[in-house]
């Protein structure tokens, strides 16, 4: 019910522009958010936004250069990802959770089936 778009490959320093387009039922009442994973290394979290759309959250190897939003009418999440750097090689999914906590805890009810992202020095 969360299909990812938007991955392929670019060069250290561009911007990408990530969509997860949410077929939840009550999609206004979800916190959403983005994860990441590389081969080898466990799933990671990347950015959340509350249901409102007012409130959001970014883990630390991140934070300033990627920005997630949301549009509840057209029931999209995005994640605006900025100067990418190899380290931002992974596959991205889109998860949502009612519950806050649990959603930044690796716990969501809904993901998506992962968009790849790579990124080249």
């Known amino acids: 019910q969360l299909v990812e778009s938007g991955g392929g490959l670019v060069q250290a320093g561009d911007s990408m522009r990530l969509s997860c387009a949410a077929s939840?039922?009550?999609?206004?009442?979800?916190?959403m958010g983005w994860f990441r994973q590389a081969p080898g290394k466990e799933r990671e979290f990347v950015a959340a936004i509350d249901w409102s759309g007012t409130n959001d959250y970014y883990g630390v190897s991140v934070k300033g250069r990627f920005f997630i939003s949301r549009d509840n009418v057209e029931k999209m999440v995005y994640l605006q990802m900025n100067n990418l750097a190899p380290d931002d090689t992974a596959v991205y999914y889109c998860?949502?959770?009612?519950?806050?906590?649990?959603?930044?805890?690796?716990?969501?009810?809904?993901w998506g089936q992962g968009t790849q992202v790579t990124v080249s020095s």
């Open positions: 939840i039922e009550s999609f206004t009442s979800y916190n």
């Open positions: 998860a949502g959770e009612l519950n806050w906590g649990r959603l930044v805890a690796d716990m969501a009810e809904f």
